[in-house]
T-cell receptor, first 113, second 114 residues
């Protein structure tokens, strides 16, 4: 299996700043890594996928990096807004090739107006 | 809009009384997953169906069963719920297994045990 650690349970930042969330894994290097957003009482929503041969992926104000040497992914939200407040989960596949995901416990981001 | 729908959103059952949670999808995806998520914890995969093929995770208790009568519907049956089974149960789908497949989640059913 895979052990996944997300840097902190909670992160508070000021509106307009860049939020940086960390996801570290300890065992095998996955073929890809996914990030999801989860709002209270809702299911996770897929945001971005980055493959092992990609260093960086961007989507609007979101940027994800993937460093297989460090066994780490960083998730950035630039020009953060209060509407970005949510829990962000990273997820890695198992080794079966079946797309079964191991999730981290998430980082709860609060953007303060 | 194509989506994953879970019913009910909230379910209360008694200790030991069987309960069934349901999930339907309009995405026509091959794979359907069931996850258990306890408060402030990561979603934990219980099992998944690839079409009609059932795949159980090694540490999923026997108390949990699943049925998929057709592509669109999948059910989670808890035969004798214990207090430790109180959690949010999430259903998800993906187009197929393998790389590069995001999962699409429903909004979950929150199960309480009295």
């Amino acid at each position: 299996s895979q052990k996944i650690e997300q840097n902190s349970e909670a992160l508070n930042i000021q509106e307009g700043k860049t939020a940086t969330l960390t996801c570290n894994y300890t065992n095998y290097s996955p073929a890809y890594l996914q990030w999801y957003r989860q709002d209270p009482g809702r299911g996770p929503v897929f945001l971005l996928l980055i493959r092992e041969n990609e260093k960086e992926k961007r989507k609007e104000r979101l940027k994800v990096t993937f460093d297989t040497t460090l066994k780490q992914s960083l998730f950035h939200i630039t020009a953060s807004q209060p509407a970005d407040s949510a829990t962000y989960l990273c997820a890695l596949p198992d080794q079966t090739g079946a797309n079964n995901l191991f999730f981290g416990t998430g980082t709860r981001l609060t953007v303060i107006p | 809009d194509a989506m994953v729908i879970q019913n009910p959103r909230y379910q209360v059952t008694q200790f030991g009384k069987p309960v069934t949670l349901s999930c339907s999808q309009t995405l026509n995806h091959n794979v359907m997953y069931w996850y258990q998520q306890k408060s402030s914890q990561a979603p934990k995969l219980l099992f998944h169906y690839y079409d009609k093929d059932f795949n159980n995770e090694a540490d999923t208790p026997d108390n949990f069963q699943s049925r998929r009568p057709n592509t669109s519907f999948c059910f989670l049956d808890i035969r004798s719920p214990g207090l430790g089974d109180a959690a949010m149960y999430l259903c998800a789908t993906s187009r197929r297994t393998g790389n590069n497949q995001p999962q699409h989640f429903g909004d979950g059913t929150r199960l309480s045990i009295l």
